[in-house]
């Protein structure tokens, strides 16, 4: 019996490669997070992750507590409460669905609930489509919200416990919403890197709200009813959680890569020095990536390098607001600048249209410098 047992615990710490889907990659994620509780209530194209959810519980590879509830109102809320309690939680939505659940997703940042959630992106009906709009997310940008487009199904994996590690930072305490494309990527197969549960424990720690547990052993007030004054001061606070999760993703994505042994992407700082020489011959052009368009995007980039286009190494390194702001192409929308002042600091650079993909490659091919996202 020693040997067989010392056969699995090898097993167990080696990596797995298994052809999932998006949707099925978050799930995979919430699992080696350990997750307590998920909640459900079906709505495609997010629906396949409590599926898949489902499937893992029931075969006994999850141990969590879910529970589908009546409408993605009672679920957001169940997740929330449970997350003031102590417990790390997940849930997810699409579309109007997303948008019926509008009243948690309001005071969620404000009461510092780090839930994380998948939203797979659709159109707002009427009429409904998949993978076209991403709308149903960006209602919550200006809320407090952190939000994350994902590429493909191995980003979606890593993000997801990515996801935990920063919203879950003392430091941050604030939620996280994960996009991913409807039907392009929630339903699409890849093939992903599974990492073994010990990488995934020595990654992320428990969830721990200290001071701020929700518990009879200590009395404390979730959501007072406040004045102006008090109002105006946590969404200060928000603010200024929001603006330190820049030095957290980063410590994040470096612990990532010393783990995991592969890297989580953070490579933004060495973008800006090529973003700056634009022009002089050196860089002609710069790709900023969001979505899982960039695949379609790169795809077209090495087209362009076939035919003699100048325009670099096809791959697409993420940056910060932050650093956009730098070196002066366009900023966080919803600032405190008027849209006159935003015109101004823009005026070096044309921002092509985000009509489409297939736009978008085509302003980069006729110079337009970068293709903002």
Not at 57 to 71: K, P, S
Request: contains cysteine.
């Amino acid at each position: 019996m020693v040997p067989v047992a010392t056969e699995v615990q090898e097993t167990r710490k080696t990596d797995e490669t298994a052809l999932i889907t998006g949707s099925e990659a978050i799930a995979v994620a919430c699992k080696l997070a350990d997750v307590d509780v998920i909640t459900a209530y079906p709505i495609r194209p997010y629906d396949t992750v409590m599926q898949y959810v489902a499937k893992l519980v029931a075969n006994g590879e999850m141990d969590c507590e879910y529970i589908v509830a009546e409408g993605e109102h009672s679920q957001f809320e169940i997740v929330k409460h449970a997350s003031a309690c102590g417990a790390r939680v997940f849930c997810g939505s699409s579309g109007v669905g997303w948008m019926y659940a509008m009243e948690a997703l309001t005071v969620t940042p404000a009461l510092r609930i780090p839930m994380v959630v998948m939203v797979g992106n659709r159109a707002l009906d009427d009429p409904g489509a998949f993978g076209v709009e991403h709308n149903d997310a960006l209602t919550v940008r200006d809320l407090g919200w952190q939000l994350v487009w994902v590429d493909n199904a191995q980003e979606a994996l890593d993000t997801a416990l990515i996801a935990y590690r920063v919203a879950e930072d003392r430091r941050i305490f604030l939620p996280c919403a994960i996009s991913c494309d409807g039907a392009f990527l929630t339903h699409s197969q890849a093939l992903v890197k599974i990492p073994s549960q010990e990488k995934v424990n020595e990654f992320l720690p428990r969830y721990n709200r200290a001071e701020l547990l929700l518990h009879p052993d200590n009395p404390i007030t979730v959501a007072p009813q406040g004045n102006e004054d008090w109002v105006m001061e946590i969404r200060r606070q928000n603010y200024a959680a929001m603006e330190r999760t820049y030095g957290v993703i980063k410590e994040a994505y470096a612990d990532f890569e010393r783990i995991f042994g592969r890297e989580g992407g953070f490579r933004a700082p060495a973008l800006v020095p090529a973003i700056r020489r634009r022009g002089t011959g050196e860089v002609p052009g710069a790709l900023l990536r969001r979505w899982s368009h960039r695949s379609r995007l790169l795809v077209r980039f090495a087209l362009s390098r076939r035919r003699g286009g100048r325009r670099g190494s096809p791959r697409a390194l993420p940056v910060t607001w932050k650093e956009a702001a730098g070196v002066g192409f366009h900023r966080r929308p919803g600032g405190p600048r008027s849209n006159r002042a935003r015109r101004r600091e823009n005026h070096r650079i044309r921002l092509p249209s985000w009509a489409g993909q297939i736009g978008a490659a085509h302003a980069m091919d006729r110079g337009a410098g970068i293709v903002c996202f």
